[in-house]
Nanobody, 123 residues
């Protein structure tokens, strides 16, 4: 069982940056692929970025490629999402999620979820 807690959301102007963190409980964090998803009002939850258990592999949605960077520190049981050049369309609740095995891009492939953190980008 893994429990996930996100932090780092907030209000930022367009073009600004934020770094989200997701702290995981448990001693097997390094076995889990981690993903970041987001959900805007009235829209479905969408994949943003994923990272393999070791951190060697990453994958991004086209909409954030080149602007967002996912990373992890297995010694600290934490996964990060560095978000640069933020746009108003990045406004959403951001969730981290975990699953055993490899990166996946569908939300139903992830068994463990955090409570979400709000990111609001003003124009």
């Amino acid at each position: 069982q893994v429990q996930l807690v996100e932090s780092g959301g907030g209000l930022v102007e367009a073009g600004g940056s934020l770094r989200l963190s997701c702290a995981a409980s448990g001693r097997t964090f390094s076995r889990y692929a981690m993903g970041w998803f987001r959900q805007a009002p009235g829209k479905e939850r969408e994949f943003v970025a994923g990272i393999s258990p070791s951190g060697a592999g990453t994958y991004y949605a086209d909409s954030v490629k080149g602007r967002f960077t996912i990373s992890r520190d297995n010694a600290k049981n934490t996964v990060y999402l560095q978000m640069n050049s933020l746009k108003p369309e990045d406004t959403a609740v951001y969730y981290c999620a975990g699953r055993l095995s490899t990166i996946a891009t569908y939300s139903y492939d992830y068994a463990y979820w955090g409570q979400g953190t709000q990111v609001t980008v003003s124009s």
